[in-house]
């Protein structure tokens, strides 16, 4: 595997600029093509062999469409009454409304006969169960908020009105763009105190980025193949800049070693690939079977989410393989350029000072001793296990 990934180094240091570009190419086009034939997730979920399917199978063959369920549209008022003629009169046309909405297959008057369950005790507060034609997968923001915009009579009204169930939720989407970001400051701000270079600092990111992009464009064309989860780029984007900025920050850090050692430019870029990419691939690996192997719970689409996901675990190790030792070729003496001030600087040689050069000769040198103590410290902490309860 050493040799094997030395020659990819040595090539990709050779031809860096080819290598770039094919890499930019590559990105563009999965790109491309996902932003013209869309993206296809999905919410709808099965869980074969469980009870809770049986019923939902049983309502689909005999009671249609109660297997999605209801959506609750909330209308409520802080003052006065909701039955008061006014605010009444407006919920009644909003419930009218409902009915006429896209994919609306039923909804209850909530001022009724027999419908007094769907009015507040103290009256202030008054509900309507809207039930849906088509399966939650299929229920988009937009076409949710079509059948919310029917309540709008009851909005001009000074009502306060609100979606539970599936139309609250594509309602309700949860954005992760902030977490992202912070994500992202936060690696920037530790790599770059790491290598006391913002030039060095940027390398892991921009792989990582690149690697992700074209995880996500990918994923974007898988979904028109298999069922993919709403979430399953979400979770493809956390695990996919976790290990790609990890893997890269491997690869530089070894480089910086070998340069140290007296390799020059090209060789050393050759044997970071040669050492540090041998523990990339079985990291990468390892995960990527984990990821796999979530298709052992026999859910579909816990099993397409594991595979998703190791698609932007392949794309990240690919990165950290090949556009990275080109992106290094193509810096030359420039890639610890942009030094942070003296004092923010790591100080020492790397892997002979501080504090986790001293940690390694403690471990290495007492290693019964330190694994008992792990052992020690990690053993109580599976006691929990043989009470834990799982369920969907």
């Not at 984007?237 to 920050?249: A, P």
């Not at 990527?288 to 989410?305: C, D, K, Q, R, Y």
């Not at 007492?366 to 990690?378: K, Q, R, S, Y």
């Amino acid at each position: 595997m050493a040799k094997f990934l030395y020659r990819v180094g040595r090539f990709c240091a050779a031809h860096a600029l080819v290598v770039l570009l094919a890499w930019i190419l590559l990105a563009a086009v999965v790109v491309g093509l996902k932003s013209q034939l869309g993206s296809l997730t999905s919410n709808d979920q099965t869980l074969p062999g469980t009870q809770s399917q049986q019923a939902s199978d049983l309502l689909a063959a005999y009671f249609p469409p109660q297997q999605n369920g209801s959506s609750p549209i909330v209308f409520h008022v802080a003052k006065g009454k909701i039955t008061d003629k006014a605010n009444k009169d407006a919920v009644e046309s909003s419930y009218k409304a409902l009915l006429k909405a896209p994919d609306v297959y039923s909804a209850t008057d909530p001022f009724g006969k027999g419908s007094s369950a769907l009015v507040s005790q103290n009256g202030h507060t008054a509900w309507t169960p809207v039930l849906l034609k088509i399966s939650n997968g299929q229920v988009t923001e937009a076409l949710a908020q079509r059948i919310f915009n029917a309540t709008k009579p009851a909005q001009k009204q000074g009502i306060q009105v609100a979606a539970g169930g599936t139309i609250g939720s594509a309602l309700s989407p949860s954005p992760t763009e902030k977490s992202e970001a912070v994500g992202l400051l936060t690696a920037m701000l530790v790599l770059a105190l790491t290598f006391g270079s913002l030039v060095a600092m940027g390398l892991p990111i921009l792989t990582a980025l690149v690697g992700l992009t074209t995880a996500l464009g990918t994923i974007g064309l898988l979904t028109h193949v298999l069922t993919v989860p709403t979430v399953g780029p979400t979770l493809a984007t956390m695990i996919g800049l976790g290990v790609g900025i990890d893997y890269s920050l491997f690869m530089v850090n070894k480089y910086r070693e070998h340069q140290g050692h007296g390799a020059d430019h090209r060789e050393a870029i050759a044997l970071s690939v040669a050492t540090a990419g041998s523990a990339i691939v079985f990291a990468g690996t390892t995960v990527m079977i984990a990821l796999v192997a979530l298709a052992v719970a026999g859910i579909p689409l816990v099993t397409t989410l594991g595979l998703v996901t190791a698609v932007a675990v392949l794309t990240a190790v690919l990165a950290a393989l090949t556009l990275l030792p080109a992106v290094m070729s193509l810096l030359g003496t420039h890639l610890f350029g942009g030094k942070l001030p003296a004092f923010l600087r790591p100080r020492g040689k790397p892997g002979k000072a501080g504090f986790w050069g001293w940690w390694a000769r403690v471990v290495t040198g007492h290693p019964w001793l330190c694994a008992l103590v792990a052992a020690a410290i990690l053993a109580p902490l599976i006691i929990p296990l043989f009470t834990l309860h799982l369920g969907q």
